[in-house]
Structure formats: C-alpha cells, structure tokens
C-alpha cells in the first residue's frame, strides 16, 4: 500500500502543470563549455563581449587551447551547419555525470540535424578530453557566485510577476512538458528554444536566455521590457506548434501561406525563418506575446513597442492577429481550447494572403534593364528602379549583397520620380565584374503604409 502510495504520488509530481512549476532560471555548465569551444573556434555567433569581464576571464583561461582537438575539429565540421541553434541542441543532449559528459538516450531523437554529417561520438570524447585538460571546471567553479548573481538578478527582475498561470487558461490545457530556463552567460544577445525527449522523462522545453546587458561591475541585467516578452515568446511555442500537424491544419493552410511566405520570403530568411510552417507558428507566438502583454497590464507604450518591433519583422499582420485572438478570448464557451478556435485562424490567413499580395509594394521594373544579366554595359551610369504603387517618398535603404563591398555598385541615390512611383541612382561599374544591391523595405514604404518588398538586384558586367 505505502508502495502504491509512493508511486501515486511520484505521478502526481511528474505532471504537475505548467502553471504549478517553479521556474528557477540556471546558469548550465553544458551550455557554457559548447559555447566556449565554439568561441575559442571563431564561431562569430558564440564570440560576443557583451560580458566584457567574462570574456577576458575567458581569455585568460583558455587562449593556449585555441589549437586543441576539439577546436579543430569544430573548425573541419562548420560547414556542415554547426552554428546558432546546433551548438545549443548539443549541449542538451548531453548529460554531465561524474565529471564525464554523454549523449541523453531519448524517446524520440531531437538532435538538431545538422549533427548528423558530424561523428557526433568524437565530439563528445573530444569535449571530454577538453574540459580535462583546460580546466573547465575550477573556471566554472571560480564563476559559481556571478552565476548565482545573474539567476537571482533574472528571478527578481522577470519572474517575480511573470503570469505562469495565465498560459493554461489562455490555451485552456495544460502543457505536457517540462520547463527550464536557462542563462547563456556568455552568449550575448542570442537565444534559443530547445526541446528534449529524455527516456522515462517527460519532454523538455529548454529557453536558453543570452545575457547582453551588464552594469559597471559586471553584474547581469535583465530589463522586464525586453526579456520578458522573449520568456513569454519561448514558452508559447509548445503551447502552438503542434496545432498545425493536428486535424489537417497543414493542408488546409498551406496554399495561402506560401503565396505569403513568398512575400516576405528574404525578410524571414534573414532571421533562419525558412519555411511557411515557421512563419505560420512565429506569427501565432508573437501575437499571444501580444496578448499576455494586454492581459496582464503592460503600459500602452511597452505593448506599442512590442507590436511596432514585429512589424519591423516583418509580420505585418501582427495587430489584424492579436485582435483575433482577443476574438478568442471573449468566446471560450464556444472555443475552449486553441486548437478549437484554429479554423479561424486557417480563415484568416486565407482572407489576409490575398489581400497582402496586393498591398505589399514590389519593384515593378529596373531600366536599363540589369537583373541577372551578364552583358551588362559597365559605362551605365544611372539606373531607375520602378514600384507598381506610389510610396511616401520619405527616405531610402540599400544594402550590399552577399558579394560585399567590391561589388556595391550604388554611388549615390537621386530621389522619386513620376509621382514617387520610382527612383533613380548613379552607379559606378567596372567591366568584367558581378555586382548586387538590396533594395529594403525600412525605408521605401507604400501610401498606406507597407513595406517594400525586399528585392535582390545581381548582375555582372561584360
């Protein structure tokens, strides 16, 4: 009976719900030894200083390892994708026991899969050999009290009215996973959300919080404004996107959402959003950040900003969305869960697709005409770009291409013409060289206020 009790109540423990866990953020030594090794291997991702004191701690420490196995061998395998989110997946699949670091053994393998062109078993017995030989360890330890600092720091400053309760009225379940949040100390401005699926565990959902903000001392600071949002947005994903594999959600939105996607296609690629199912699920998260932040009596500017930062990402239908969910909200009898209240989301990017096909503005023609030719006339010293709809005619944005500077043809913006529905530019060429110039949407806006859709001129001289 006392066995059977037991056992009841290790279940009950096992599932608490969301809203019953205690969130305690975590400095992890998995984290900060992967990201390290990337650092010392020149990831540009993994070498920020925003922790300036950190960083030359590291240096300090590690220099004389910049030519260690492991290092060398993550210089031999970046090409294969070992970067951003990869470098973190790893580290939490990995368990640390006895001072020896192992791969988790999983009900269903979520390793990021760019691990898999890499012998992952070396790099794990290389990590091993590391963190022996460099010490990692006394310069964990000798850092144990700033980590105490920044987890104390982000309790106080994020979680002391951090709504945990709010997601499972707002979704009307509970999650089915387990929470953990996780200080990147050394990562700067990145963050990532990653899930476990540990045997005999429930699965876990891993938001690891770069640490960019540090006073005179040193001391990690965390502004509400700006990781809060981040925490709400992380712990959303779990909550929404599974939603689009259920019932035939994915069919159902899929000839809508790539016509969309298309839209905005280069936007999203810049943030390693490279699908439309991503955009479908970011879009969702970011509107429910929005809706927490109404919910739980953030200022009118704070939410202003939130929604004004997600148009700048190009979710242009940001506040069309929060308003839907706020449909959602007023009407749980009828939609008790969001899964319920999903086919109307499917309804609305079905009506929004068309719409934004024809609100967003495009470069309609360039004249002479340039695009991906390879004859072009290098004594060409003007170039006039036309929109098919009229834009506000305030102010410009050009970037250089993939290419680089020696290949940025751009001399000198002219200004509007015919009504503000083109523009024209010098240009400086040579013969025999490929050029390429972006044309942003930041600052070349439509009448009623849309973005330009970004377009990547390329061509090369004859």
Do not use: C
């Not at 200080?183 to 990653?194: A, C, E, K, M, R």
């Not at 876990?204 to 990690?220: L, R, W």
């Not at 006339?377 to 500077?405: A, R, V, W």
């Amino acid at each position: 009976m006392i066995k059977k009790l037991l056992g009841l109540s290790m279940l009950v423990i096992s599932i608490l719900s969301f809203s019953q866990e205690k969130l305690m953020p975590k400095v992890d030594e998995r984290i900060e030894i992967v990201s390290l090794v990337f650092r010392l291997a020149g990831a540009d991702e993994y070498t920020q200083d925003d922790n300036k004191k950190y960083v030359a701690d590291i240096n300090t420490y590690f220099d004389r390892h910049k030519n260690s196995e492991i290092v060398e061998f993550i210089q031999k395998n970046r090409n294969k994708g070992l970067g951003y989110d990869a470098v973190i997946s790893m580290a939490l699949h990995l368990s640390f026991e006895n001072g020896k670091f192992s791969l988790i053994k999983e009900k269903e393998n979520s390793l990021d899969k760019r691990w898999e062109q890499v012998d992952i078993r070396q790099f794990v017995s290389l990590l091993n050999r590391f963190y022996k030989q460099s010490g990692f360890q006394k310069f964990f330890k000798d850092h144990s009290e700033d980590y105490k600092k920044a987890e104390k720091e982000y309790e106080n400053s994020i979680l002391s009215d951090f709504n945990q309760g709010w997601f499972s009225k707002f979704y009307g379940k509970d999650a089915d996973e387990e929470y953990k949040i996780i200080l990147g100390y050394g990562n700067g401005d990145t963050n990532y959300g990653i899930k476990t699926h540990p045997e005999k565990q429930n699965t876990t959902v891993n938001a690891v919080i770069g640490v960019s903000n540090f006073d005179k001392e040193g001391n990690a600071r965390f502004e509400k404004s700006k990781y809060q949002p981040l925490l709400i947005h992380e712990f959303n994903h779990s909550f929404v996107n599974y939603i689009l594999e259920l019932n035939g959600n994915r069919s159902k939105l899929e000839n809508s959402a790539q016509k969309l996607y298309r839209l905005i296609e280069n936007e999203l690629k810049d943030q390693a959003y490279g699908d439309w199912e991503t955009m479908i699920n970011e879009s969702i998260v970011r509107a429910v950040v929005i809706r927490y932040m109404i919910d739980n009596h953030y200022s009118q500017k704070d939410i202003e900003t939130e929604v004004s930062a997600q148009e700048k990402r190009k979710f242009l239908w940001i506040k069309e969305l929060v308003n839907l969910l706020a449909t959602y909200e007023s009407n749980r009898k009828q939609y008790p869960t969001l899964e319920s209240f999903y086919p109307e989301i499917i309804a609305f990017y079905n009506e929004i697709a068309p719409k934004m096909q024809m609100f967003i503005p495009k470069v309609l023609s360039v004249f002479p005409e340039i695009r991906d030719k390879n004859d072009v006339d290098s004594s060409i010293k003007e170039i006039t770009i036309n929109f098919d709809q009229e834009m506000t005619g305030n102010g410009s944005s050009f970037s250089m291409g993939s290419l680089g500077k020696e290949h940025f043809p751009l001399k000198k913006f002219d200004g509007y013409i015919n009504e503000n529905k083109g523009i024209k530019l010098q240009v400086e060429m040579k013969p025999n060289t490929e050029y390429e110039f972006v044309i942003n949407g930041d600052k070349f806006i439509s009448k009623d206020g849309y973005p330009l859709q970004k377009t990547i001129i390329k061509f090369k001289t004859k």
